[in-house]
C-alpha cells in the first residue's frame, strides 16, 4: 500500500479541477496546468478533493499510484504558490546577471555564456552571485537549474562554481609538503 498515495489532494479556494478522460487539468491564480494521468490508476475529483487508486493490484498499478499523487500534488501546488530554486555563485570573478531573454553568466572560460531562459520561467538576480529561479512547473524549474549548474559545478578544493543553497560541498584536503 502507498502510504502517499492514500493521502488525497486538496484543491484551495480559488483552484478548480477539472476530468475530461485522461486529462486532468487544473487551474488557479498562476495559471493554468494539465497532466496525462497514467493507465495504470484511476483519478477521480470529488468537489475539492482529488483522489488517486490503483486500477488493479498489480506492482505496476501500485508503484505508479504514488507518484502520480505527487504529480497530481505539484500541479496544485504549482498553480497557486509556484516553485523556486535558488543557485549561488562562488568564485572570484563569478558572476550572473539577467539581459532581456537571457542569463549571462561569466564562470572563469575565455568567453562568457549566455544562457536562454525558456518560456514559463522567471530567472532573477539580487545579487552577482545568487540566481532564482521560479515558474509553476516543478519538472521544469529544476531542470533549468541543473542545465545553469553544469555549466561550472562546485569543485571539492576551494568549493568554486554554480551550488544549489544549502547544498553541502564535500571539502579535500591540498597536497601537503
Known amino acids: 500500500m502507498s502510504r502517499i498515495g492514500k493521502k488525497p489532494v486538496a484543491l484551495p479556494s480559488g483552484v478548480s479541477a477539472t476530468l475530461d478522460g485522461a486529462q486532468l487539468a487544473v487551474k488557479g491564480p498562476k495559471g493554468q496546468m494539465s497532466l496525462t494521468v497514467a493507465d495504470e490508476v484511476v483519478c477521480t475529483v ?56 537571457n542569463l549571462k553568466l561569466q564562470l572563469g572560460y575565455s568567453h562568457d555564456v549566455d544562457f536562454p531562459i525558456p518560456d514559463g520561467i522567471t530567472i532573477k538576480c539580487p545579487d552577482q552571485t545568487t540566481v532564482e529561479i521560479s515558474g509553476n512547473d516543478k519538472q521544469q524549474v529544476g531542470q533549468v537549474a541543473a542545465e545553469i549548474r553544469r555549466w561550472r559545478k562546485p569543485e571539492p578544493y576551494k568549493g568554486k562554481g554554480i551550488k544549489y543553497r544549502g547544498e553541502f560541498i564535500f571539502r579535500k584536503e591540498g597536497k601537503k609538503k
Open 46 to 101: 470529488d468537489g475539492n478533493v482529488i483522489s488517486i487508486q490503483p486500477r488493479s493490484d498489480t506492482k505496476r498499478s501500485r508503484s505508479f499510484w504514488g507518484m502520480q499523487r505527487t504529480l497530481v500534488n505539484n500541479l496544485v501546488t504549482g498553480v497557486t504558490q509556484g516553485f523556486t530554486e535558488v543557485l549561488e555563485i562562488t568564485g572570484v570573478g563569478y558572476r550572473a546577471s539577467v539581459q532581456g531573454s
